[in-house]
């Protein structure tokens, strides 16, 4: 049981916009910012989002983040094929002194 | 560019020892945290720890706290993991990356990853 929840899967046609959710506690995004990986099976995990909102470099505009309260949204807009992959969201947890992930959620484009 | 790649992932039986190394290059080594995290097989990521960037601050996950040491040695550009009394549900892929401390820009990039398997 991760203590980020987040929904196991996601689908969208191309060009649609899909949303992902993330929700937490005060401990971890309630106080801290939330981070977004992206993982293609078999690969290893990028950084797509950190501090909330602000885009790695190189990650494409149609990727945003947001953060209210203790949940936090990852939303891609414009879905293309290879966006298809599972999404994880993550936080620094101060009651854990550690980071905490979400389980992820599997995109199916 | 900036490449970690870690090594020594093995099949071991449990109750037995590890170490796991993270060899980085393309950045200044010794100016950034660095950070474990592993994925059991089909499963989601896991964090396991971050090391400050002199190594006198190391957070630890529960689930390892106490079998499992990060270390790093600035000199040769390289992260440790010595996992000790291994349980068969340390089987997992194990990620190094640059980064994971708190409100820092996060963890990137990760290593390819070394697997672990632990089974009698």
């Known amino acids: 049981q991760s203590v980020l929840t987040q929904s196991p899967s996601a689908s969208g046609t191309p060009g649609q916009k899909v949303t992902f959710s993330c929700s937490g506690g005060?401990?971890?995004?309630?106080?801290?910012?939330v981070y977004w990986y992206v993982q293609i099976p078999g690969t290893a995990p990028k950084l797509l989002i950190y501090?909330?909102?602000q885009r790695r470099s190189g990650v494409p505009d149609r990727f945003s983040g947001s953060k209210s309260g203790t949940s936090a949204s990852l939303a891609v807009s414009g879905l293309r094929s290879e966006d298809e992959a599972d999404y994880y969201c993550?936080?620094?947890?101060?009651?854990?002194?550690?980071?905490?992930f979400g389980g992820g959620t599997k995109l199916t484009v | 560019d900036v490449q970690l790649v870690e090594s020594g992932g093995n099949l071991i039986q449990p109750g037995g020892s590890l170490r796991l190394s993270c060899a980085a290059s393309?950045?200044?080594?010794?100016?950034?945290?660095m950070t474990w995290v592993r994925q059991a097989p089909g499963k989601g990521l896991e964090w396991v720890s971050v090391?400050?960037?002199?190594?006198?601050?190391?957070y630890y996950a529960d689930s390892i706290q106490g079998r499992f040491t990060v270390s790093r040695d600035n000199s040769k550009n390289t992260m440790y993991l010595q996992m000790n009394r291994l349980r068969v549900e340390d089987t997992a892929v194990y990620y190094c990356?640059?980064?994971?401390?708190?409100?820092?820009?996060?963890?990137?990039?990760w290593g390819q990853g070394t697997l672990v398997s632990v089974s009698p």
């Open positions: 990356a640059k980064g994971g401390w708190f409100g820092g820009p996060g963890l990137d990039p």
């Open positions: 393309g950045f200044t080594f010794d100016i950034f945290p």
């Open positions: 090391i400050s960037i002199s190594g006198a601050a190391i």
């Open positions: 005060n401990s971890n995004i309630g106080n801290n910012h």
């Open positions: 501090r909330n909102d």
């Open positions: 993550a936080a620094w947890d101060d009651s854990l002194t550690g980071w905490v």
